[in-house]
């Protein structure tokens, strides 16, 4: 059963282009730019992997580690029930 996730990311001011075509270039994840009030995130991506050892692996090797290329802050959140009824809610927790 394949597992996803959704990062939301925080870079630096100007690095958002970048750090979104860097996150599309990885197989499994679709990243864009997000802008909000009070947001500490303006970059969200979606991982789809095989397990969810192999999201965490996408998060921790290929996402947390690029904290020198504009990444300052990733908060990912697990897709716990990903029903496919659009009137059922699917749950989400977070993991740091």
Do not use: W
């Not at 690095?15 to 303006?42: F, Q, R, S």
Request: hydrophobic share 30%.
């Amino acid at each position: 059963m394949a597992s996803r996730s959704f990062c939301l990311i925080g870079t630096e001011t100007g690095k958002e282009d970048d750090i979104v075509k860097y996150l599309n270039e990885i197989e499994g994840v679709k990243a864009c730019k997000v802008y909000g009030p009070a947001c500490h995130c303006n970059v969200i991506a979606e991982i789809s992997q095989r397990n969810t050892d192999e999201v965490r692996e996408t998060v921790e090797l290929r996402i947390n580690k690029r904290k020198e290329d504009g990444i300052q802050n990733v908060v990912n959140l697990f897709v716990l029930n990903d029903l496919t009824k659009e009137s059922e809610k699917t749950e989400v927790y977070s993991i740091k």
